[in-house]
Structure formats: C-alpha cells, structure tokens
T-cell receptor, first 115, second 118 residues
Framework: KNQVEQSPQSLIILEGKNCTLQ??????????LRWYKQDTGRGPVSLTI?????NTKSNGRYTATLDADTKQSSLHITASQLSDSASYICVVSAGGGTSYGKLTFGQGTILTVHP | EPEVTQTPSHQVTQMGQEVILRCVPI?????FYWYRQILGQKVEFLVS????????KSEIFDDQFSVERPDGSNFTLKIRSTKLEDSAMYFC????????????????FGPGTRLTVT
C-alpha cells in the first residue's frame, strides 16, 4: 500500500530562523513528489514538484530535496516569516497505469512561526 | 490568476439527505479530481475524471458517490445518502493537458467545501 510519512508532526520556531521538514515514502512506481502548503481551512497550494531525476528544487525561501534511492525528501525553509505558519504536506504521485495524477498525501507538519 | 472555485463554502445537511458539491475548474484544464479531508486527518483521493468519464477512484468512492460534468464549466460531486462519517472538507482540483497529450503534474486546488452531516 502506498504511504507517505512526515516528521515532525509539529514544529515551533522563531521568526527569522530556518527549519527542515522530513518526508519518507513507499509509493511504487514513483512518478513525482510535491510539497504543498495548506493554510487552515484552505486548499493546498503547490510549493515544489520533483521527478525521479531531480534531487533539489527551490521556490523562493523553500528548497526541497529528493533522494529516490532512500525514498526520502526534505523541505527547508529559510528566514521564516509569520506567514509561513501553516501545514506543510508531502505528496507523492504514483506513475503508470491509469493513475491520472492520483496523489498520496502525508499527514503534514504543522509549522508555527512565533515573533 | 485563474483559480478553482467551489460552492458552497459550507454545507450542513441531515443524515440520509442528498448533497451536491459544485466546482468550477480552471477553464482550459481537462483533468478533474475530488479529495476529502476529515478533520485532523490526511487529505484522501476520491476520484479523477477525464474525457467525461471516471479515470480512477479510491475505495472510499463507493456507490453513494457520483461525479458529473453537466456543462462546459461545472464539475460536481454528489453524495446520495449522506452519513455522519461523510462530514469532511471536500476539495476539487484540476490540471492541464500538456502539448503532446500528457498530464501536467501540477494540480490546482479549490478552497474546499466543508460538509457537516448532522
């Protein structure tokens, strides 16, 4: 069964600090891995998407890494801002067959940035 | 910037009633999806839809669920006889077809409809 596990479950940091969120997955066959930001009561918003051949991708202050051999990914946030407070969700897409973009979601890491 | 919209934002219904959740995907997108998120739990895939038919569905998407694209803009999720456990946030998403006919990886999510079954 395809699974995505994230750690930590929650994280509190001070504004301006950096943090790293972790994701482990068992999805086969692997197609791509995404990180989404989800504000409370809102839909997920894509931050990065990485395919098998990519091992790092940046989007502003967000940098995602992917190790397809160990099936691990991380999301690094630099110089955190109060608006970064949200749930960060690791999502993996299986490839092949009729999986037209079927996504498997992690449970998310709830990040709280304090002033 | 184009976005996916969903109505209503919050729906309260009694157990056993039928509900229809509505979504307007981004206008040039061809792939459509429904997901749900029970409070405090992971987002779960329900169904994908392409070319006027279901492409894939999860084990959650049983006979009480159905999807339809009644016209050129709307995409609906119908729950025939709601149960208490159907209470959740329902998200619609859409994605584009790339040149050459392949599916874009990028899925754009709507703001969600919160369904409360009493």
């Amino acid at each position: 069964k395809n699974q995505v596990e994230q750690s930590p479950q929650s994280l509190i940091i001070l504004e301006g600090k950096n943090c790293t969120l972790q994701c482990n997955y068992t999805v086969s066959p692997f197609s791509n891995l995404r990180w989404y930001k989800q504000d409370t009561g809102r839909g997920p918003v894509s931050l990065t998407i990485m395919t098998f051949s990519e091992n790092t991708k940046s989007n502003g202050r967000y940098t995602a890494t992917l190790d397809a051999d160990t099936k691990q990914s991380s999301l690094h946030i630099t110089a955190s801002q109060l608006s970064d407070s949200a749930s960060y969700i690791c999502v993996v897409s299986a490839g092949g067959g009729t999986s037209y973009g079927k996504l498997t979601f992690g449970q998310g890491t709830i990040l709280t940035v304090h002033p | 910037e184009p976005e996916v919209t969903q109505t209503p934002s919050h729906q309260v219904t009694q157990m056993g009633q039928e509900v229809i959740l509505r979504c307007v995907p981004i206008s040039n997108h061809l792939y459509f999806y429904w997901y749900r998120q029970i409070l405090g739990q992971k987002v779960e895939f329900l169904v994908s839809f392409y070319n006027n038919e279901i492409s894939e569905k999860s084990e959650i998407f049983d006979d009480q669920f159905s999807v339809e694209r009644p016209d050129g803009s709307n995409f609906t999720l119908k729950i025939r006889s709601t149960k208490l456990e159907d209470s959740a946030m329902y998200f619609c998403a859409s994605s584009a077809e790339l040149a050459g006919g392949s599916l874009s990886y990028e899925q754009y999510f709507g703001p969600g409809t919160r369904l409360t079954v009493t």
